[in-house]
């Protein structure tokens, strides 16, 4: 019966009151909306945007927001991100300093869009694309995300054993390996090398040629297949092309890149920005009477430079001699040794057997540490590069030309970069700046002011895939959570049998207790009843100690029964059906008896049929506490092959707390059955709910 009878509501008092309660009815509903939508926006947003925490992202209709957030993929996660990023984008706000706090700036995300979102100069980029071609992957930054590090290895070695056993670390699954300490790689240090020794590392370095051959980047693989259709050849199939594929094959892809996908994962380390930290460091500062900004820059060289970003690199031998000087001594202090080559001479050669003699002692210490059969000091060679190798005895060599390296004067070194490769590029393919000058449409006035232009090929990229990047990475999160509810533990089958053992005993053992405390007149029912509702009365923690205790005591750790017996009776539900039993007419009963049905048959066929909205309502009760109860499974279980979906999923967001986009793609994932079970059942379930409270 309604509240306010169809006559009624014709007068404007009662219209009132019902657009009032439809309207605190929606807002009632936005209030359940609203954080679900916030936590589906999240599941396919990423490091940029995830914590505007929108019901709606905001790259779904903002061109400009998309290009903000593709470029996020090249740059994060590894050391000092943010300066190369600047170094390559100099209109980058500055106090940016990671991508949630970029994310939440939609003024700078909108101005940087505004002044960078222009069509790219595609002689540029298609030179950059041939650049990085064969350009070394040990100079490059990687942004690797946890999604990429779980395919990668996946495809790589499959099992967690085996890299386990190769990388001799043991480790829980391969979705809890992140290479974070591998891409915190010192490229700036002076005397860092990689180190070949840890297989871990090759392992990311394997890696880092997949991202940059796009092996993870959507839209790619299906543009390259296109592509070679479109002229002819036969290897649109062959993906990943990797630095190891045949020549051919290599050949069409960079007329690939040249052409559509310039932009390569791997960005080339652009030395300068030590250089620049170095011109505004404190001992500069301190010995040159300040630090060297862009306009002290100026004044001293006579240019109009707006952002020190567009400075010279390297810096000119003609150059006046105070900032020669400086970079002399950055050259020497600074700049990594992995760049260098020592200009060697017979006088070299000797001042370096003299160092290791020194710092060595004995010609057979030096045999023991380099693995060498040298019988005399003057057998002792100096390599003009830092030996390679993963062996201990290239690391001690390495060691031992760094340390003599270190003692060496700037002029006695040559230097190399990303920068300096680049300008080499230009001279070589152009002839001359003014050449180039031409060709790029731009005003050099040197050819050092020439840097590797990333940026012109991220936005031939971005015009290309822009779209792919932004809508179809946004499976990835939900990609790597189905792999992993999938393929670790038994997580899917051990949840369905509990779920399934659950709702028979709630089916089963509920209803016959409920049933013989409302008929039969048993001794001590009401203190029976008592100590029902008492257990209602405390958190389920609090009899989780003595429940394990008991499991334990009873030999069913680790097994189902362990799982499913704790909870196989239910003090609210027994209750509530016993309720209901009470108010059921006592002639039903009666009639059955006399046509001779004994009391099962009473049960199962009078009394079950008319609470069925009730044991719908437990039976969703069983299914959620079953299906998302996750500390009792934790608790009792120590194999993980008995971890139900919940228990994984908890784990998951622990592995990946960094990466809460990914975490909230899998509370996506769980919350489905649930939806659907609600969804499907609401009519029975909304039965259960109004019958008992009209009872």
Not at 42 to 63: K, T
Not at 286 to 298: K, M, S
Not at 405 to 432: M, N, P
């Amino acid at each position: 019966m309604p509240l306010i009878p169809t006559i009624g509501r014709k007068s404007f008092k009662n219209r009132l009151i019902m657009a009032v309660i439809y309207l605190v009815l929606s807002a009632l509903g936005l209030t359940m909306i609203v954080p679900f939508m916030i936590t589906l926006s999240g599941s396919v947003s990423g490091a940029y945007d995830y914590s505007r925490y929108q019901p709606i992202p905001r790259y779904f209709f903002s061109r400009g927001d998309r290009f903000v957030k593709n470029l996020s993929s090249y740059f994060d996660g590894y050391r000092a991100w943010q300066r190369q990023l600047r170094a390559y984008v100099p209109d980058i706000p500055r106090h940016w300093s990671n991508w949630p706090m970029s994310g939440r700036d939609r003024a700078g995300c909108a101005d940087l869009a505004t002044s960078q979102m222009r069509p790219g100069n595609a002689v540029a980029a298609a030179d950059y694309a041939e650049f990085m071609h064969d350009y070394p992957l040990e100079d490059t930054s990687v942004f690797a995300p946890q999604v990429h590090v779980a395919r990668f290895l996946t495809e790589q070695y499959g099992d967690i054993s085996r890299i386990s056993d190769e990388w001799g670390t043991a480790f829980d699954s391969i979705y809890s390996i992140n290479f974070n300490a591998e891409m915190y790689h010192a490229l700036d240090f002076q005397s860092y090398f990689p180190d070949l020794t840890n297989p871990k590392f090759l392992a990311f370095c394997r890696l880092k040629e997949h991202e940059d051959a796009f092996a993870y980047t959507p839209g790619i693989r299906k543009a390259w297949a296109k592509w070679a259709e479109g002229k002819g050849l036969a290897c649109g199939d062959v993906f990943p092309v990797l630095r190891s594929s045949p020549k051919d094959v290599r050949d069409a892809w960079l007329d690939f890149k040249r052409e559509l996908a310039p932009a390569t994962m791997a960005t080339p380390y652009p030395l300068r920005i030590v250089w620049y930290d170095y011109l505004g460091s404190e001992e500069v500062s301190q010995q040159h009477g300040g630090q060297y900004t862009v306009e002290r820059l100026n004044g001293l060289l006579g240019t109009s430079y707006a952002t020190i970003y567009e400075t010279p690199f390297p810096i000119p031998d003609d150059f006046p001699e105070e900032i020669v000087s400086l970079y002399r001594t950055f050259q020497k202090e600074r700049f990594p040794l992995r760049l260098a080559r020592l200009k060697v001479t017979p006088e070299m050669t000797g001042r370096f057997r003299e160092f290791a003699q020194r710092n060595i002692g004995r010609i057979e210490e030096l045999n023991k540490l380099l693995g060498s059969d040298y019988s005399s000091w003057d057998e002792v060679p100096l390599p003009e590069v830092a030996p390679e190798g993963g062996e201990r005895t290239d690391v001690n060599r390495r060691n031992l030309w760094v340390n003599f390296a270190k003692t060496l004067s700037a002029d006695e070194r040559e230097y190399e970069s990303s920068e300096i490769r680049w300008q080499r590029f230009l001279l070589a393919k152009y002839g001359g700046l003014d050449a180039v000058n031409a060709a790029y449409g731009t005003k050099y006035s040197r050819i050092e002011e020439c840097f590797p232009p990333f940026i012109e090929a991220y936005r031939v990229q971005f015009a290309n895939f822009g779209s792919a990047m932004s809508f179809s990475g946004m499976k990835d999160n939900y990609r790597m959570i189905m792999s992993y509810l999938i393929h670790t533990g038994n997580a899917l089958p051990v949840t369905f049998v509990l779920i399934a053992l659950s709702i028979i005993f709630t089916l089963t053992i509920n209803p016959l207790a409920a049933y013989a405390l409302s008929r039969f007149n048993l001794r001590g029912r009401d203190k029976i009843i008592v100590f029902m509702l008492a257990t209602m009365a405390f958190p389920a923690m609090v009899s989780a100690i003595p429940a394990y205790l008991l499991m334990r005591d009873l030999g069913m750790l680790n097994t189902m029964a362990a799982l499913v017996l704790p909870g196989a009776a239910n003090g609210m539900a027994i209750f509530i059906l016993k309720g209901f039993f009470d108010s059921l007419p006592m002639e039903l009963f009666e009639a059955a008896t006399i046509d001779g049905a004994s009391e099962m048959q009473i049960f199962r066929i009078v009394a079950m049929p008319l609470v069925k909205p009730i044991l719908a309502i437990n039976c969703l009760n069983a299914f959620i506490g079953a299906y998302n109860g996750w500390e009792w499974a934790l608790i009792i279980c120590q194999n993980r092959d008995m971890w139900t979906l919940a228990v994984w999923m908890y784990q998951a967001s622990q592995w990946w707390s960094a990466s809460p986009w990914v975490v909230s793609a899998g509370f996506v994932i769980i919350s489905i059955p649930t939806m659907i079970v609600f969804i499907t059942c609401q009519k029975v379930i909304l039965r259960g709910i109004i019958i008992p409270s009209m009872k």
